[in-house]
């Protein structure tokens, strides 16, 4: 008989490579802008390894017709007789052995999380025998994730696997017999109920579903922590005149604090004319004022630009467009000036810089009025 039915069945831990965490550092809190990155890699990490779970469970135990019912558990303690338990031990342990392998293949690709500085490192628990967290791994997992939360979700992850394997034990245990090599017998007290294969994967499954619910919330409380800011727009209208050209335009800077698309803007405008009858250069800085920046791409840009493109005049402004970009792509902020019909030319100028990110300003200054006069600009 195979020795290895006596090992106790190590469980979950998906092996994520990755350098020795740091000893000792300050755990830093991750409902911070520049987290973002990885909170936001983390989730993409764990759907991937979830879906995996779900991928492998589905193969150990198809789903079936209408009464169809997962196969988590075998109740050892509901067969009456030795052999037949001592027989569908054997072919768990085989299975499980199926499953090992496959969980290895199948997860050994999936890549670390980009932007984290450190890995997360494997953290098993035992979910037969004993149920226990291996603690010196989950320390060394916990001091190494890039921030405290991470690690209460490794930490977290674990604890559901213990407390299922805790529940899997309660009741009377059964006595596995087996031969071992030298014609001896040995015997085993194993817990009433066991882990099928699939039961295995679907548990490994919740445990990503317990971090992915909870990363979803970290993400969006992360990104509200975004300062999004621009500066270096400059709009400008020229208008011949009979002494020679006008030029108007502005100097535009702005800041928001969280969701750019969603946040209030504070606006900075210098207003600049020069040309004929203005001496040297006027420059004119308004009070701060608010305005908002539009999703590129959405129905309210259109909806805007149509107002702002439509007026004869007096409907004439800029308005702010956000494009968050893609992972290689930086954010940009699109000023889109819809100039007034006296300006030479008087065609729509669109002026695109990079939106620069760092942490909102921690005591957040008094802020400006809206100032009606400002709405839309112009
Ligand atoms: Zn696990």
Redesign the pocket.
Known sequence: MDASIFRTLA???VALLLAAPSPVRAQKDCIACEQVKCLKNTLKQKVQLRDIYLGIADEFDPKGGPAWKPANITQFDKIPDAPTRNQRYRDTISLLEQYNQMEAERTGNVPAPEGCSAGATEVS?DSMMTCAIDTVQLAAAKAGANCKQLGDLIEQ??RS?ANACKARKAGKFWEYTAQVAGGETKSLWLPPQILTPAGKARE?AA?YGIEIAALETMVKDAESKCKTSFKGVKTSCTIPTPVGPVTMGQEISGESCGNPVAAQWTIHTVNVASGPGVIGTHRNADKPWYNDCVAKGSAEESRRAGILNGGAGLGRGWMCVYDEGDGQREPTITIRSFRLPQCSPSSEQAITVTAERSECDEDTPPQPQPDPANLPNS
Do not use: I, N
């Open positions: 469980a979950c831990a628990t992850h674990e696997h490994e445990g």
